[in-house]
């Protein structure tokens, strides 16, 4: 459990932003699988494609509900908001060297 983790050089930090980009979070693991912080960062990155999937199509089964167009633009966007922002977490947190989860998605493992 307390494994030694490798320092982030530019190669490491470019590959761990690019795992917040949606549908490429395989790319750390493609070029630096041995790190445990592309590990680490990739699996964020998974957890976060999934929610954006999971929750996009939420929206659309939602979407026959709601008759209202001002409430479905107000949903989709808010929602999609909030998913950025986790993104944009995630980035902030590559860029000040931290391995922290995302919050409420982050505790989730995909990727040992």
Do not use: W
């Amino acid at each position: 459990m307390n494994e030694q983790k490798q320092p982030f050089d530019t190669k490491t930090r470019l590959l761990c932003v690019l795992a917040y980009v949606p549908f490429l979070f395989f790319l750390p693991l493609v070029f630096a699988s041995k790190n445990s912080r592309t590990k680490f960062h990739a699996n964020q990155g998974l957890v976060l494609l999934i929610a954006i999937v999971v929750i996009n199509l939420l929206i659309a089964v939602l979407d026959s509900f709601v008759t209202l167009p001002v409430a479905k633009n107000a949903i989709f966007t808010i929602c999609n908001m909030f998913l950025l922002a986790f993104a944009l977490l995630g980035i902030l947190h590559v860029c000040k060297e931290e391995d922290r989860p995302l919050p409420f998605i982050g505790k989730i493992k995909i990727i040992k």
